[in-house]
């Protein structure tokens, strides 16, 4: 069962933007993306994915971006710098450049993105989740994922390179906390938030927001736990904050 909030305004509204498209995943059917087939193509396993927003109030997901994969793939690490595709997803809800990167790795059996559609009008709302399947070469025995606060400057959740059940019938319970991507400053200015977060949190301004990265806000920081919403400008805490984990996903081997 999934279930997913979908905004039918929105691209009218980002149509609005002249910096909209970069919000935009890639044209692409997201079904599950999955290599070319091995001699070892009986050894495959099977998961059933399912991830939930843990937030309540206005604080929304972008479509999960979820990869089963080698150790070698690596979607973040806290204490170092985020890559270009996770700094993308967390300052613009962009899926493009991070599909890239697994779509040319060698080290990821398959990824999918967990929703129907393109871009942020598709978003996995507070108390809401979605289930997905994937398929793991020999090898693969790792699952990460990524998805934008969309409420944030550059807030994202995520899992880096949790271990899969090894059994048929297992099942993992995994919470992920809120990350900074430490690229660009907290601001919390609509300004320079995404657009549709004035439409998903029940707050706007005249500020028409931006799917693009702003060179004037660039942080040069790490990847590390997110403070929070703090309310310094037009987010309000007690509609787009959130007070521990803010997603859990549940991982079962199903072949």
Same mark, same amino acid.
């Given at each position: ?12 509204? /980002? ?27 009986? /050894? ?50 962009? /899926? ?5 990167? @697994? ?37 693969? %025995? ?6 934008? @606060?969309?409420?944030? %400057? ?102």
């Amino acid at each position: 069962m999934r279930s997913l909030a979908i905004l039918t305004i929105a691209f009218g509204v /980002l149509a609005g933007c002249s910096d909209s498209d970069d919000m935009m995943a890639p044209d692409a059917d997201f079904a599950q993306v999955e290599k070319p087939a091995t001699d070892q193509v009986a /050894l495959a396993r099977s998961y059933e994915v399912t991830l939930k927003n843990l937030t309540s109030g206005g604080q929304y997901f972008t479509p999960p971006l979820v990869a089963v994969h080698q150790g070698a793939a690596d979607f973040f690490t806290a204490g170092k710098a985020a890559s270009e595709g996770i700094r993308q997803i967390a300052e613009n809800g962009n /899926l493009g450049p991070m599909m890239d990167f @697994l779509g040319m790795s060698k080290h990821v059996s398959s990824f999918t993105v967990a929703g129907s559609g393109e871009g942020p009008e598709v978003t996995l709302a507070p108390g809401e989740y979605v289930t997905v399947t994937l398929t793991a070469d020999p090898g693969s %025995n790792f699952i990460s994922f990524a998805s934008m @606060l969309i409420c944030t %400057n550059d807030g994202f959740t995520g899992l880096d390179a949790a271990k899969l059940p090894k059994k048929i019938g297992d099942e993992i319970t995994l919470y992920a906390g809120a990350y900074d991507a430490g690229t660009e400053i907290n601001t919390e200015d609509f300004a320079d938030i995404v657009p549709p977060c004035q439409l998903l949190g029940g707050v706007s301004s005249d500020d028409a927001g931006t799917g693009a990265s702003d060179p004037a806000l660039e942080e040069g920081g790490v990847v590390r736990h997110h403070d929070g919403v703090t309310g310094r400008d037009d987010l309000v805490p007690a509609i787009h904050g959130w007070t521990g984990d803010v997603a859990m996903i549940k991982v079962r081997r199903t072949g």
